[in-house]
């Protein structure tokens, strides 16, 4: 059974920094792809990066230039450093895991960008 604990959340001004981490345990086989979706209130819940065992990284266009995606593969964790953040970028952020068509979703963490 594959658990991701997500830490990092929080408050921040217009322009700020966040970090966002997520820890995975259990079994993690590869290929796999690690990323970050977020869910406004009132709106679905959508891709804002993804990094696969591969190395290969995905964005959305709206946090291109923004938000960094790392991962340490020896401890099952990917991180997402967010910079520049704007109030369009509140939302629950959820971790996500995905190998062999399963897939796994952290219990997410709150990110509030107001002044």
């Known amino acids: 059974q594959v658990q991701l604990v997500e830490s990092g959340g929080g408050l921040v001004q217009p322009g700020g920094s966040l970090r966002l981490s997520c820890a995975a345990s259990?079994?993690?086989?590869?290929?796999?792809?690690m990323g970050w979706y977020r869910q406004a209130p009132g709106k679905q819940r959508e891709l804002v990066a993804t990094?696969?065992?591969?190395?290969?990284?995905t964005y959305a266009d709206s946090v291109k230039g923004r938000f960094t995606i790392s991962r340490d593969n020896a401890k099952n964790t990917v991180y997402l450093q967010m910079n520049s953040l704007k109030p369009e970028d509140t939302a629950v952020y959820y971790c996500?895991?995905?190998?062999?068509?399963?897939?796994?979703w952290g219990q997410g963490t709150q990110v509030t960008v107001s002044s």
């Open positions: 996500h895991v995905a190998f062999y068509g399963l897939a796994y």
């Open positions: 259990g079994s993690i086989y590869r290929p796999n792809v």
């Open positions: 990094f696969t065992s591969g190395g290969i990284t």
